[in-house]
């Protein structure tokens, strides 16, 4: 069913003007008639029964969610002519920051870390955490004060797999390949929290430069050896690049907390210039005992598991040996090791022995003595 300006959806949204479509559908400015308010309207593909189903359990999750920096869901309709369900949300006049790309100041682009980072972290707190697997600056919405909105969020893999199937759509699993982290190229791929940092990282990098890093091939060309992208000196300060940086870190427990970045964000604004806030050394009993809990499987960040093979981890890291299981079995570095001696803390494994030279000289002159007894009877 096509669409058109002046059709009303549930005899109460009349479509005014058409904004955009993607994968999963389209976007239009309406008319709510109730309220005389001007609201922007998700559709989706049309979808079966039990895509449906998926689609208002999805909704309920997200429904009670109230932050500053996400764009909530107000209603959920489904338009009886083709099955398509739609959401109905506020109206944002300046659209997407994508537009900005390539033009946004140094403090805008802080700002932006702030709010996004701030959202994020209000859904990797939530129980379970919800991952939103598709952060990018077509996903984040400018608000008539200038604030920045996450929008797109709450959709889980199994609903995402509903509208791949109804769009007949080879789009990959979720998210755009431009802004997935290499993790997200395994194997074993499992939704992680530090899966959408990455993206910030990625979209921090699009908007300071107006390019995508890793030739928009996103972490799959990391995991190849791609040198990290970086910001040039003359535009942008040293502290965005090494935020951006740290964002874009190849190993996810190397990237900080959305908490973390957005706290940092906010400092920085204050016009401080503070120290990273990740790998730092935990200050208290019960925050170590936080940082080495391992959360829930939509929500950890994968972590190292101790082997008997001593390196140093890539910094910022938290300091000491860490005993979790990673996600991700090919991701298993060591626990920390000696700066001297490149081997744990502790001793050098038994199997290594030191041979004394006093034997090395015997053995050296038996040599000798057999090759002149073979010259003297050959």
């Not at 970045?261 to 906010?266: G, K, M, Q, T």
């Not at 016009?271 to 809990?293: I, Q």
Request: hydrophobic share 40%; net charge negative; with cysteine.
């Amino acid at each position: 069913m096509q669409y058109s300006a002046g059709q009303v959806l549930d005899g109460r949204y009349e479509l005014v003007r058409f904004v955009g479509s993607g994968s999963f559908g389209e976007v239009w400015v309406a008319n709510d008639k109730a309220t005389d308010l001007e609201v922007a309207i998700k559709i989706y593909v049309s979808m079966d029964e039990q895509g449906l189903s998926d689609f208002k359990k999805e909704f309920q999750i997200t429904f009670d969610f109230n932050h500053t920096n996400l764009l909530h869901a107000n209603y959920l309709g489904v338009n009886a002519g083709d099955r398509r369900p739609y959401l109905v949300m506020p109206f944002c006049p300046d659209g997407s920051v994508s537009k900005y790309a390539g033009k946004m100041a140094e403090e805008d682009i802080w700002r932006f870390i702030r709010d996004v980072a701030a959202g994020l972290a209000y859904l990797h707190s939530r129980q379970p955490p919800v991952i939103h697997q598709d952060i990018k600056p077509d996903n984040i919405l400018i608000l008539r004060n200038g604030d920045f909105v996450i929008t797109d969020f709450g959709i889980s893999k199994q609903l995402r797999a509903s509208l791949r199937k109804s769009a007949m759509s080879s789009a990959n699993g979720a998210g755009s390949i431009s802004y997935m982290g290499p993790e997200r190229f395994s194997k074993q791929y499992q939704a992680v929290k530090a899966s959408d940092i990455w993206s910030v990282g990625a979209s921090i990098y699009e908007l300071a430069v107006g390019d995508l890093p890793f030739c928009g091939m996103g972490g799959s060309l990391q995991k190849k050896g791609a040198d990290m992208p970086e910001l040039s000196d003359d535009d942008f300060s040293p502290t965005l690049n090494m935020v951006m940086q740290a964002c874009l870190a190849k190993e996810p427990w190397n990237r900080p907390t959305a908490l973390q970045l957005s706290e940092y964000a906010n400092r920085v604004l204050q016009g401080e210039t503070p120290p990273p806030s990740w790998g730092r050394k935990p200050e208290s009993a019960s925050e170590e005992a936080a940082m080495a809990a391992p959360q829930g499987i939509e929500g950890m960040y994968p972590q190292p598991q101790s082997t008997q093979f001593g390196r140093r981890y890539p910094q910022p890291f938290p300091p000491g040996p860490v005993q979790m299981q990673s996600q991700y079995p090919e991701m298993q570095p060591a626990v920390l090791g000696n700066a001297q001696n490149g081997y744990p803390s502790s001793d050098k494994p038994q199997s290594v022995q030191r041979i004394p030279g006093w034997l090395w000289a015997l053995v050296a002159v038996a040599g000798m003595a057999a090759g002149f007894l073979i010259n003297m009877f050959v």
